[in-house]
């Protein structure tokens, strides 16, 4: 389920993205200039970026700069030619894939997976995920905190998850409401606080003393290593 932002001028390009991606099992959201683009990943980070190097409002190199100020997300450029030096420049500037127009949402699918795969190589994978005495097992969909066992439903799971692999990163309800619940126009922020309080109490943490699960009041939520 990640969290792909589509930064494009062309609407028709974008909005084929959006569908076709969302077809496969993606959540998308499309700024249609730089400046809507850096508000959304400034909002919450989101898992990777797609970025037009021809927008309206902004140098592509410079936008790739002020996304890397901001977040890790890998960004995969797309290039209406195939032009050499302006590949290596994108790349030099902190983009980490590109892909040439026109192309098909199979093949940007294919470098989403593949960048994906090597920023968080645990991530939604098989690995289990370690976070101090928190361990998660993806695929059996268990987690333990100090050998003890978690009753989960599967929300819960989902968020803890969510979570984990983006240790220490503080992640905005917004985000959680696209990326778990699959809701990116917002709705209940409400539901995104109960569940975290669910959790909260299933980890034997409260708000006074947590130890993995920190909620920023009115922002979002965040896993931490209490032994870090
Ligand atoms: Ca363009």
């Known amino acids: ?75 995969i450029v797309a290039t209406a030619r195939e032009s050499e030096d302006e590949i290596v420049k994108a790349l030099d500037a902190g983009a980490d894939e590109y892909i040439v127009k026109p192309f098909s949402a199979r093949q940007l699918d294919a470098r989403i ?54 240790v220490g990163r503080v992640v905005s309800r917004r985000e959680l409401l696209t990326a778990v619940w699959h809701q990116p126009y917002g709705g209940g922020d409400g539901t995104v606080d109960v569940h975290l309080s669910w959790l909260r109490r299933k980890l034997g943490e409260t708000a006074a003393n947590p130890r993995y699960l920190r909620v920023v009041r009115g922002v979002g939520a965040q896993l931490v290593n209490p032994t870090d």
């Open 113 to 166: 997976r593949a960048v994906l795969r090597r920023a968080s190589p645990a991530d939604e994978g098989a690995r289990l995920i370690v976070v101090g005495g928190l361990e998660i097992e993806p695929l059996g969909r268990q987690a333990r905190v100090d050998g003890r066992r978690l009753v989960l439903t599967r929300m819960e799971f989902d968020l803890l998850q969510y979570l984990a692999v983006r």
């Open 1 to 75: 389920m990640p969290l792909v932002t589509v930064i494009e001028d062309d609407r028709a390009i974008s909005e084929s993205l959006r569908a076709t991606l969302t077809e496969r099992g993606h959540t998308v959201r499309v700024a249609s200039t730089a400046a809507a683009g850096l508000a959304l990943v400034t909002e919450s980070a989101g898992d990777v970026i797609v970025l037009d190097l021809g927008l309206p409002d902004l140098d592509g190199r410079d936008v790739i700069k002020m996304l890397r100020a901001i977040t890790p997300a890998p960004i």
